[in-house]
């Protein structure tokens, strides 16, 4: 990924938590070593990560304590934490819309809005089906693609296209 400042970057999480919390997220920059950590205080188990350059802020998805964690990219540091449903598995950050879509297994999609550009909340929480967590944001189109396997009472599975809202 291509940083704030343009210099190339790569965002690795570590999911296990007993590694999470000692080491946390680091930066591992073009220059081929590890540069930065960044140690998660307030949530556990990351899994997805989302990105926004522009606004130099990495976004953690956590399993352990459901949140979504903001680290501003400068400092490391946390800049805050919004709760979520359990068993997030896949983050997109949507920069038009400076808007969150968090897919998570317990059922639900959250949609987390900023707030006058600098604090997230959950916005939406849409009912998808248990184990529904991988997905995909196409940000040109502004749909998301979220696969919904065998719900109890149905016949197969299906594929839930969602649409962006301005």
Sequence with gaps: MVGGDGELRHFAGLGHEAIASALGLTVYQARQ????????????????????????????????????VVLDLQTGKEVEAVEIPGDIDDLFYDAKRDRLYASCGAGVLAVLQSKEGQHYEVAERVPTGKLARTCLFDAGSGRLYLPVPTQDGKEGPELRVFQARP
């Design 33 to 68: 070593k590890w540069t930065n950590k960044f140690p998660l205080t307030l949530a556990a188990a990351n899994y997805p990560l989302a990105l926004d350059a522009k606004g130099g802020r990495l976004f953690v998805g956590c399993r352990k304590k459901p949140t979504v």
